[in-house]
Antibody, heavy 113, light 112 residues
Framework: EVQLVESGGGLVQPGRSLKLSCAAS????????MAWVRQAPTKGLEWVAY????????YYRDSVKGRFTISRDNAKSTLYLQMDSLRSEDTATYYC??????WGQGVMVTVSS | DVVLTQTPVSLLISLGGQASISCRSS???????????LHWYLQKPGQSPQLLIY???NRFSGIPDRFSGSGSGTDFTLKISRVEPEDLGVYYC?????????FGGGTKLELK
């Protein structure tokens, strides 16, 4: 059974950092590009970042460039998102996904003082 | 970035009826390899998105044939026939032909 399990979310003050993790199982993680997609409360889906199979190529939406870093550890089948200098507008549920058929259950990140 | 425009924004359908959702792209979604990476998702309330259709018209594993996708170039359509209660939620199109990937704004399917 395919599973993507996110962790690391929570309440954080503006300007602080948070690191999300996504543990994958049930498929060959190293064969897939992986992405983080977020959804602000009552809003639509928004791609945040994605990473190539080996980790050598990464892409970010403009609003998070320079603040967020996506990475992966294929030996551990785990995807990460380091989020620095967090802003209130980063408040959302963050999903780990292959941008195909596999999605995690999501983890909530709330940026508020 | 590629802009995907979904219409309508919301759809009121009777059980057993048919729904049609449009997704129009600001540029052609035909990749240089000849494939078209336009997918459809359903997000039920409180759940993660689930893949329904990939590459325009291919149903994902376990998706009933009541769901069908069509289109080419910049115009794509998702049709749901014989709507059932479990079909309710928000439908999104996603393009992966061009970097970065982009989503449509969503179409909410509700019961009349």
């Amino acid at each position: 059974e395919v599973q993507l399990v996110e962790s690391g979310g929570g309440l954080v003050q503006p300007g602080r950092s948070l690191k999300l993790s996504c543990a994958a199982s049930g498929f060959t993680f190293s064969n897939y590009y992986m992405a983080w997609v977020r959804q602000a409360p009552t809003k639509g889906l928004e791609w945040v970042a994605y990473i190539s199979t080996g980790g050598g190529s990464t892409y970010y939406r403009d609003s998070v460039k320079g603040r967020f870093t996506i990475s992966r550890d294929n030996a551990k089948s785990t995807l990460y998102l380091q989020m620095d200098s967090l802003r209130s507008e980063d408040t959302a549920t963050y999903y780990c996904t292959t941008l195909g058929g596999y999605w995690g259950q999501g983890v909530m990140v709330t940026v508020s003082s | 970035d590629v802009v995907l425009t979904q219409t309508p924004v919301s759809l009121l359908i009777s059980l057993g009826g048919q729904a049609s959702i449009s997704c129009r792209s600001s540029q052609s979604l035909v990749h240089s390899n000849g494939n078209t990476y336009l997918h459809w998702y359903l997000q039920k309330p409180g759940q993660s998105p689930q893949l329904l259709i990939y590459q325009v018209s291919n149903r994902f594993s376990g998706i009933p044939d009541r769901f069908s996708g069509s289109g080419s170039g910049t115009d794509f359509t998702l049709k749901i026939s014989r709507v059932e209660p479990e079909d309710l939620g928000v439908y999104y199109c996603l393009q992966r032909t061009h970097n970065p990937p982009t989503f449509g704004g969503g179409t909410k399917l509700e019961l009349k």
